[in-house]
């Protein structure tokens, strides 16, 4: 039951209202002032009835006790009845009605505070739960204190220990995870390999089938990713199909697959097809279409190929036999078959334990654990997942062993089942993040910084110590990775998730799920009935839709107990109705309409002041009004403008945390210092001291002004810096702190990279587009210690002078567009640590260079380090034969 969000956020509010705010708006309000008694009696309230819970039912499996799932969901009504009435009083004693052209006594504000429904429903609960509810602890609200109360979190906590085995510290814990476990797949691999470089100059098509979770996609990336294919194919490209697909996006998929990306927004679908045909012709090229559901979406991607007699293929991976069948008459069909009992059992062992030995007492329950799930990779998968967070006991993994059966059915709706158990054992504190995933369009990559903030604006996150938000989302997300239930879909260099993504059957749990509990409201193509618009919207917490339906039809009467709105559609009535109703969504805390090209924000929205999310898209300027939003953790902005005026009043927000545009943000003044964490691209105003307006931050790009000087050393926090035109007269000085630097049109002396060696924890630097000026960078004497990743890219230089002890930490090296660089030194190639050389086919010198390197590596029996031309990567054999131009062209 996801409950412990909505609790875990109303006692945080009730203390904050019980012990002040920071902002001046509610801080010693005399009309919240007044309510003080309320607010003492409901925390009293609430903590006698968790403290009851705990008493009762504390050491066992929440989901094995229908009381218990009864009381929690009562519980977590009751939570959310408080919050709204509590959200709609402060609305009304703290917005600016004569701003947003409302009357405080409308139909959804209330100026007084009515918490008797709340108190009774509370008395029931207790009444219902234990006769021994008089020997509970009583809390004393006059000496909690905001920093030493106790947190709600006691409550989640001792749930998912009891749901998970787990403790605090251990799930807050990341992990670096370890590689795809793939078992069972070698010899399937090796037959479509053998017909993907069959000696045939036509264009064919190979098909894998199977059902969902049986292993297609991770077959398809086996051999995406295999060397040989990667050598014999000059082009490869990956697009992923969805039931509900898009033509045009499809396109772009494979033009950015394919490495072109600029102008693809504004290309007409015209124009994106004659780009793709023109890629591809007269080149030897391997597409994978991934995940096809229809005979009719094949007939629209086919004409996309050229079919020249230069040996290409196709990969398709699909559910359905009809399809594969359509394709192409002739073609190569491959039903990829079930795992082996002895298979299942050896990838539920390598995904449990990792190598390590399985414990002779748990082998018997361990292989009827594999092979009661029929053979299918994902079941193996899940439940591998939950053993590995389970206690390594003989009685639970027979317990687990029984149950399997009754989950695992052999049809799709059998493997929700699987899925589902893998679900009920999520400690409460993953469960929101879990469930929420689902709401996101089919194939969504979730990239984890946006994640990361709209669990925190969702309440499903709080800080905690001395971890940040950022780094707790981050230890949840792994916790969803190592149970299975996420996949990694990207990497940043040193292994770190960059963007995930669930599988399709773990989407379709999560949406059922969600719908049992009330979680949240998808609304995809499908017609809406009046009943669903008079009653679901009401009940609903969190709207998901990609449709372009009218809010006026949900307006009436108001529905203030939404509190997100996801709006995935270019949407014109949106924007038209937008102003005249918000106020029926008073509560929302996160709103996201940047698929809508808004006008101007309407004033009306600065009713929404528990908004902690927004995204948008603006064809005008920064709207003044969202300085009234002064709950706003998150602002996204996108807009078409080269540069945004950030207003002085932008320092209201004393919530937010994040601030993050498209385009460049100016600062002309700002009236007091933020709390902001990271912020794009920004400029500063002369009038500005800069190094006073973002105190806290951690992550700062900014665009320097001629002739100032930086003291970046007084930012204690900041650990990623983006700097933009520093000029050669400017003095600038970097905090100690600094992990990641990019410089880009600085034009700087190479001799203040000896400023740049001495910081101590910088991991990445990136330098770009003449970020020094000049055409020799001896490196010689200056020692990079925890450089990991280094990038040059458009410089001048010609001389690059350094030794392997230059960089003694270095993995990962790339140099692109860098046209008069003669050559890599050759030490480079010597370091231990280096995983990875990446270049473009631009300058001949350079790619004669790195061959040179990659055969003198293989000489000395360095076979791990990788190097690549235009994301082709040199083999052995091309080193010695020095390979054929053309292939980079």
Same mark, same amino acid.
């Given at each position: 039951m996801?409950y412990?969000a909505a609790?875990e956020?109303?006692?945080?509010n009730?203390?904050?209202?019980?012990?002040?705010?920071h902002?001046?708006?509610?801080?010693?309000?005399p009309m919240i002032l007044?309510e003080?008694p309320?607010?003492?009696l409901?925390?009293?309230?609430l903590?006698s009835?968790?403290?009851?819970l705990f008493?009762l039912y504390?050491?066992h499996?929440?989901?094995?006790?229908?009381?218990?799932r009864?009381?929690?969901?009562?519980?977590?009504?009751v939570?959310?009845?408080?919050?709204?009435?509590i959200?709609l009083y402060l609305?009304?004693?703290?917005?600016?009605?004569?701003?947003?052209?409302?009357?405080p006594t409308s139909?959804?504000?209330?100026?007084?505070?009515?918490?008797e429904?709340?108190i009774?429903s509370?008395d029931n609960?207790?009444?219902d739960?234990s006769?021994?509810?008089e020997?509970t602890?009583?809390?004393n609200i006059?000496?909690?204190?905001?920093?030493?109360?106790?947190?709600?979190?006691s409550l989640?906590t001792?749930?998912?220990r009891?749901?998970a085995?787990?403790s605090?510290?251990?799930?807050l814990e990341t992990?670096?995870?370890?590689?795809?476990?793939?078992v069972?797949l070698d010899?399937s691999?090796?037959?479509i390999?053998?017909?993907?470089?069959?000696?045939?100059?036509?264009?064919?098509?190979?098909?894998?089938?199977?059902?969902?979770?049986?292993?297609?996609?991770?077959?398809?990336?086996k051999?995406f990713?295999d060397?040989f294919l990667?050598? *014999?194919f000059h082009?490869?490209?990956?697009a992923?199909v969805?039931?509900?697909?898009i033509? *045009?996006?499809?396109?772009i998929q494979?033009?950015?697959?394919?490495?072109?990306?600029q102008?693809l927004?504004?290309?007409?679908?015209?124009q994106?097809?004659?780009?793709?045909?023109k890629?591809?012709?007269?080149r030897?090229y391997?597409i994978?279409?991934?995940?096809i559901?229809?005979?009719e979406?094949w007939?629209e991607?086919?004409?996309?190929?050229?079919s020249?007699?230069?040996?290409?293929?196709i990969?398709l991976?699909?559910r359905?036999?009809e399809?594969a069948?359509h394709v192409?008459?002739h073609?190569?069909?491959y039903?990829?078959?079930y795992l082996?009992?002895?298979e299942?059992?050896e990838?539920l062992?390598?995904?449990?334990?990792?190598?390590?030995k399985?414990p002779?007492?748990?082998?018997?329950?361990?292989?009827?654990?594999a092979?009661?799930?029929?053979?299918l990779?994902?079941?193996?998968?899940?439940m591998a997942?939950?053993?590995a967070?389970?206690e390594?006991?003989?009685d639970?993994?027979?317990k687990?062993?029984?149950?399997?059966t009754?989950?695992?059915v052999?049809?799709?709706k059998?493997?929700?089942?699987?899925?589902?158990?893998?679900?009920h054992?999520l400690p409460?504190h993953?469960?929101?993040?879990f469930l929420y995933l689902?709401?996101f369009?089919?194939?969504?990559w979730?990239?984890?910084k946006?994640?990361?903030?709209?669990?925190?604006?969702e309440?499903?996150?709080?800080?905690?110590?001395?971890?940040?938000?950022?780094?707790i989302?981050?230890?949840?997300?792994?916790?969803l990775?190592?149970r299975?239930?996420?996949?990694?879909a990207?990497r940043?260099?040193n292994?770190?998730?960059?963007?995930?993504?669930?599988?399709?059957l773990?989407r379709?749990?999560c949406q059922?799920?969600?719908?049992?509990?009330?979680?949240?409201?998808?609304m995809?193509w499908?017609?809406?009935?009046?009943?669903l *618009?008079?009653?679901t919207?009401k009940?609903q917490r969190r709207?998901?839709?990609?449709q372009d339906?009218?809010?006026?039809?949900?307006?009436?009467?108001p529905?203030p107990g939404?509190?997100?709105?996801f709006w995935f559609?270019?949407?014109?009535s949106?924007?038209d109705e937008l102003?005249?109703?918000?106020?029926s969504?008073?509560?929302?805390?996160?709103?996201?309409?940047?698929?809508?090209?808004l006008?101007d924000?309407?004033?009306?929205?600065?009713v929404?002041?528990?908004?902690?999310?927004?995204?948008?898209?603006?064809?005008?300027?920064?709207?003044?009004?969202?300085?009234?939003l002064?709950?706003?953790?998150?602002l996204?902005?996108?807009?078409?403008?080269?540069?945004?005026?950030l207003p002085?009043?932008?320092?209201d927000?004393?919530?937010?945390?994040h601030?993050?545009?498209?385009?460049?943000?100016?600062?002309?003044?700002?009236?007091?210092s933020m709390?902001?964490?990271?912020?794009?691209?920004?400029m500063?105003?002369?009038?500005v001291?800069f190094?006073k307006c973002?105190?806290s931050i951690k992550?700062?790009?900014?665009?320097?002004?001629?002739d100032?000087e930086?003291?970046?050393?007084s930012?204690h926090?900041?650990?990623?810096l983006?700097?933009r035109?520093v000029?050669r007269?400017?003095?600038?000085?970097?905090?100690?702190?600094?992990?990641k630097?990019?410089?880009?049109?600085?034009?700087?002396p190479w001799s203040?990279m000896?400023i740049?060696e001495?910081l101590?924890?910088?991991?990445?630097l990136k330098?770009?587009?003449?970020?020094?000026?000049?055409?020799?960078?001896?490196?010689?004497?200056q020692?990079?210690?925890?450089?990991?990743f280094?990038?040059l890219?458009?410089?001048?230089?010609?001389?690059w002078?350094?030794?392997?002890?230059?960089?003694?930490?270095l *993995?990962r090296?790339t140099?692109?567009?860098?046209n008069?660089?003669e050559?890599i030194?050759?030490?480079?190639?010597?370091?231990?640590?280096?995983?990875l050389?990446e270049?473009?086919?631009g300058n001949?010198s350079?790619?004669?260079?790195?061959k040179k390197?990659?055969?003198?590596q293989?000489?000395?029996?360095?076979?791990?380090?990788?190097?690549?031309?235009d994301?082709?990567?040199?083999?052995?054999?091309?080193?010695?034969?020095e390979g054929s131009?053309?292939?980079w062209e």
């Amino acid at each position: 039951m996801a409950y412990a969000a909505a609790l875990e956020m109303l006692m945080d509010n009730l203390k904050k209202l019980l012990h002040g705010n920071h902002h001046p708006l509610i801080n010693n309000n005399p009309m919240i002032l007044s309510e003080k008694p309320q607010f003492q009696l409901l925390y009293r309230e609430l903590a006698s009835i968790i403290q009851t819970l705990f008493n009762l039912y504390g050491d066992h499996h929440p989901y094995e006790l229908e009381k218990v799932r009864d009381l929690k969901k009562r519980l977590k009504d009751v939570a959310e009845e408080a919050q709204d009435t509590i959200d709609l009083y402060l609305s009304a004693v703290t917005v600016d009605f004569t701003n947003s052209r409302l009357s405080p006594t409308s139909d959804v504000f209330k100026t007084s505070l009515d918490l008797e429904n709340v108190i009774r429903s509370i008395d029931n609960m207790k009444m219902d739960s234990s006769p021994r509810i008089e020997e509970t602890m009583t809390i004393n609200i006059d000496n909690m204190k905001m920093d030493s109360s106790p947190r709600i979190d006691s409550l989640e906590t001792r749930f998912a220990r009891a749901a998970a085995g787990t403790s605090t510290s251990s799930r807050l814990e990341t992990r670096k995870p370890l590689e795809e476990i793939v078992v069972g797949l070698d010899h399937s691999a090796e037959i479509i390999r053998d017909k993907l470089t069959e000696d045939t100059k036509q264009l064919s098509i190979v098909s894998i089938v199977g059902m969902g979770g049986q292993g297609k996609t991770t077959l398809a990336t086996k051999l995406f990713n295999d060397p040989f294919l990667k050598y *014999r194919f000059h082009i490869r490209a990956w697009a992923t199909v969805s039931q509900t697909y898009i033509k *045009r996006d499809l396109l772009i998929q494979i033009l950015v697959s394919v490495g072109l990306q600029q102008g693809l927004d504004k290309a007409s679908d015209s124009q994106l097809r004659e780009t793709l045909h023109k890629k591809l012709m007269g080149r030897r090229y391997l597409i994978v279409i991934d995940d096809i559901w229809s005979i009719e979406a094949w007939d629209e991607l086919n004409m996309f190929f050229p079919s020249d007699n230069t040996g290409s293929r196709i990969l398709l991976t699909t559910r359905l036999n009809e399809v594969a069948s359509h394709v192409e008459s002739h073609g190569f069909v491959y039903s990829l078959p079930y795992l082996t009992e002895e298979e299942s059992w050896e990838l539920l062992l390598e995904k449990v334990f990792h190598g390590a030995k399985c414990p002779e007492w748990l082998i018997e329950p361990g292989i009827q654990i594999a092979k009661k799930c029929q053979g299918l990779p994902l079941s193996v998968v899940v439940m591998a997942g939950i053993l590995a967070k389970e206690e390594m006991s003989k009685d639970l993994w027979e317990k687990i062993a029984q149950s399997v059966t009754s989950y695992i059915v052999g049809d799709q709706k059998g493997i929700l089942k699987t899925l589902a158990l893998s679900y009920h054992h999520l400690p409460c504190h993953l469960r929101e993040c879990f469930l929420y995933l689902g709401g996101f369009p089919e194939d969504q990559w979730f990239n984890i910084k946006r994640l990361t903030w709209l669990w925190g604006a969702e309440g499903f996150i709080e800080e905690s110590g001395n971890r940040s938000l950022e780094d707790i989302a981050k230890a949840y997300l792994m916790e969803l990775v190592d149970r299975n239930l996420l996949i990694v879909a990207k990497r940043k260099f040193n292994g770190d998730v960059r963007a995930c993504k669930l599988h399709d059957l773990v989407r379709e749990l999560c949406q059922e799920k969600a719908k049992e509990e009330r979680f949240f409201l998808k609304m995809d193509w499908t017609p809406l009935s009046s009943q669903l *618009r008079e009653t679901t919207w009401k009940k609903q917490r969190r709207v998901f839709t990609n449709q372009d339906i009218y809010i006026i039809n949900f307006a009436h009467p108001p529905v203030p107990g939404v509190r997100s709105l996801f709006w995935f559609l270019k949407s014109t009535s949106l924007i038209d109705e937008l102003a005249s109703y918000c106020r029926s969504f008073a509560l929302l805390r996160v709103l996201d309409i940047q698929k809508c090209k808004l006008g101007d924000l309407p004033k009306g929205i600065t009713v929404l002041v528990h908004l902690r999310y927004l995204a948008i898209w603006l064809l005008l300027g920064f709207p003044p009004s969202v300085c009234d939003l002064w709950s706003l953790q998150t602002l996204v902005l996108n807009t078409r403008h080269s540069r945004m005026v950030l207003p002085s009043k932008i320092s209201d927000l004393v919530n937010l945390r994040h601030l993050r545009s498209n385009k460049g943000l100016l600062l002309p003044t700002i009236e007091k210092s933020m709390d902001l964490q990271s912020i794009s691209d920004v400029m500063f105003g002369r009038r500005v001291s800069f190094e006073k307006c973002f105190p806290s931050i951690k992550k700062l790009a900014v665009t320097c002004n001629p002739d100032d000087e930086y003291h970046f050393e007084s930012f204690h926090y900041l650990e990623t810096l983006k700097l933009r035109e520093v000029f050669r007269q400017n003095q600038t000085w970097f905090p100690a702190t600094l992990k990641k630097l990019t410089l880009l049109r600085c034009c700087l002396p190479w001799s203040d990279m000896s400023i740049i060696e001495t910081l101590p924890n910088l991991e990445v630097l990136k330098l770009k587009e003449n970020a020094f000026d000049g055409a020799q960078w001896n490196a010689g004497d200056q020692q990079f210690q925890q450089l990991k990743f280094l990038r040059l890219e458009k410089l001048n230089i010609q001389q690059w002078e350094a030794y392997g002890t230059s960089f003694p930490s270095l *993995r990962r090296l790339t140099l692109l567009c860098c046209n008069n660089l003669e050559e890599i030194p050759l030490e480079i190639g010597e370091i231990a640590t280096l995983e990875l050389i990446e270049t473009d086919s631009g300058n001949n010198s350079l790619v004669k260079s790195v061959k040179k390197i990659k055969r003198e590596q293989d000489e000395e029996g360095n076979t791990e380090l990788k190097i690549t031309v235009d994301g082709v990567e040199l083999s052995t054999t091309l080193s010695e034969h020095e390979g054929s131009e053309s292939e980079w062209e």
